[in-house]
């Protein structure tokens, strides 16, 4: 097979390497991009997408079952629903499906040249492809690498019979009667309660002492709550020990073991980078732990070769791989780019969501600063009432001697569709007379921000 050479070869078809190739192909820069499995990548094929379009599911059915019998305060009463998962996970396939074919559309549009299989490193500049019609050769002058990350096997609970991974648990076609979820993350939990919200009796275990660990408690105390009011057994300060039959072993918090009765026991204990297997240790690139290292244009420590998205380390998101690619596609077609983002937010797409942009109250005060904290809680707030979703508030926090707004989380049903507006905040540096001086529209939970804000400045208006 004739060999490719190339301006820009990127190894990997996810959130990051397709937007640097689309964006470099929009530039002029002759690219390459090789996917081994799908375009697409983790997010589209068996992470973000798919997993938000079961919760979704799960809402819907969960909300028909509420109605059925009495009808609750809304007065519909409905027949007593069933759930056809084989469909549900159909229907998924299906919009994964227009997303895949969508993103190859982009990619040919922008004239970016697509090779199917695993790229193999030679060295460099170089990488062998086994393709359907043979190996492929691929030159380039600059080398993207893109190839995302793997879920965390336990050694003691290899994937396989009833022990499954978040990309099983997108294709099952019977809800779980019993479910154990090993792992108290956000992805175990989004699952862990789309599947509860369907029927199964689910139970979390998690080995730190709080599920969602990586968030303060304040924001994580109405998750707990609807947790609980869906009867999911959470289980903290506990560990997975291994199977005993069909149940998992565990030892609790008080160090007694308990075994959990289980059809599917889902593992959800985090991601590593993908590095193994292709032919990347030969090239010694430096590392940052498990993550390769990169500095602020994504430029690993050999010449021509960059690094994007979830290989280069926390936080593993889809928008950060994204924003990294875009970078690196402009760097390559001679502008000018560092990374200058000011916040990456986060959201968390449990039951309520939470969304985190910026610093919490305890990183600004962490990192030396005197702040100003504003909270507004969503039970005065007339949407929230009209949603029957009151739970939870949005928080802002600033700096107490000029009032920029460092940080802005939120906790509550419907808030992810805030994120953009902190990250806006953040990102533009605004500071809190800013929010509060803009006008939001009523009746909407965005009025919580402003209210956050005029909290923060001591004259909130409607607490
Ligand atoms: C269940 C779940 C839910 C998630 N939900 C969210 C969410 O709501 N929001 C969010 O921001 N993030 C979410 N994530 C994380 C998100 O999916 C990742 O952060 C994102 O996909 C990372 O993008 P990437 O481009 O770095 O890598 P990936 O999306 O992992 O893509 C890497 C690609 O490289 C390919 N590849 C690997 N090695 C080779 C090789 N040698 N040759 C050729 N191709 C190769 C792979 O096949 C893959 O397609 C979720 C993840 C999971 C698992």
């Known amino acids: 097979m004739k060999e490719i050479v190339c ?28 996917e081994a499995v799908k375009a697409g990548g983790t997010c589209l094929n068996i992470g973000c997408i798919p997993s938000k379009a079961l919760i979704h599911a799960a809402e819907e059915f969960e909300k028909v079952s509420h109605m059925a019998g009495n009808g609750g305060p809304l007065g519909i009463t409905v027949e007593t629903p069933k759930l056809d998962l084989a469909k549900t996970i159909a229907w998924k396939d299906g919009i994964v499906g227009r997303l895949n074919s969508g993103v190859l559309g982009l990619l040919r549009k922008a004239k970016v040249k697509i090779v199917h299989g695993r790229a193999q490193f030679r060295d460099g500049k170089t990488v062998e492809v086994e393709t359907e019609t043979g190996t492929q050769v691929i030159r380039a002058e600059t080398v993207v690498i893109a190839t995302g990350s793997e879920p965390v096997e336990l050694p003691f609970l290899p994937f396989g019979g009833p022990v499954i991974s978040s990309t099983d648990a997108l ?9 154990v979820v090993v792992g108290g993350g956000y992805i175990g939990l989004e699952l862990g309660t789309a599947f509860a919200k369907m029927g199964a009796q689910v139970t979390v275990v998690e080995a730190t002492p709080q599920i969602l660990p990586q968030y303060d408690a304040e924001l994580v105390k109405p998750v707990a709550k609807r947790l609980a009011d869906l009867g999911i057994r959470v289980l903290t300060g506990a560990r997975a020990k291994g199977l005993s039959g069909n149940a998992l072993l565990i030892e609790t918090a008080e160090g007694t073991e308990e075994q959990l009765e289980a059809d599917k026991i889902l593992v959800t204990v985090g991601r590593k980078p993908r ?31 960059h690094a994007i998205g979830d290989i280069t380390g926390e936080p593993m998101l889809a928008h950060r791989a994204m924003a ?20 990456i937010p986060a959201v968390c797409f449990t039951d309520p969501e939470i969304v985190t942009a910026g610093l919490s109250p305890d990183e600004a005060r962490a990192q030396g600063y005197d702040v100003r904290v504003g909270q507004f809680p969503f039970n005065a707030n007339g949407r929230a009432m009209t949603m029957l979703s009151e739970d939870g508030f949005v928080r802002i926090v600033a700096r107490a001697d000029s009032n920029l707004v460092l940080g802005i989380q939120a906790v509550g049903a419907g808030v992810s569709e805030l ?8 990102e533009m540096g605004a500071r809190l007379e800013d929010v509060a001086a803009t006008i939001h529209a009523h009746p909407t939970r965005s009025e919580g921000f402003q209210e956050a804000a005029l909290k923060a400045l001591g004259h909130a208006l409607h607490i």
Do not use: H, N
């Not at 990127?10 to 090789?34: E, F, K, M, S, W």
């Not at 590095?275 to 030969?282: Q, S, V």
């Not at 498990?290 to 994504?298: A, G, P, V, Y």
């Open 275 to 305: 590095t193994e297997g292709w032919g990347l240790d030969e090239l010694d690139l430096d590392r940052a732990g498990k993550f390769l290292r990169i500095d602020d244009r994504c430029r690993t420590s050999m010449r021509g070769i």
């Open 324 to 343: 990294q690619g875009e970078m690196v596609a402009e760097i390559v077609a001679g502008r000018k780019r560092t990374w200058d983002k000011r916040c």
């Open 7 to 34: 301006k820009l070869l990127v190894i990997g078809a996810g959130p990051g390497g397709y937007i640097c190739a689309i964006r470099a192909g929009q530039l002029g820069v002759d690219t390459v991009i090789v």
């Open 419 to 426: 994120s953009s507006a902190f990250a806006l905040a953040i």
């Open 171 to 179: 294709s099952l076609k019977t809800v779980p009667q019993k479910l």
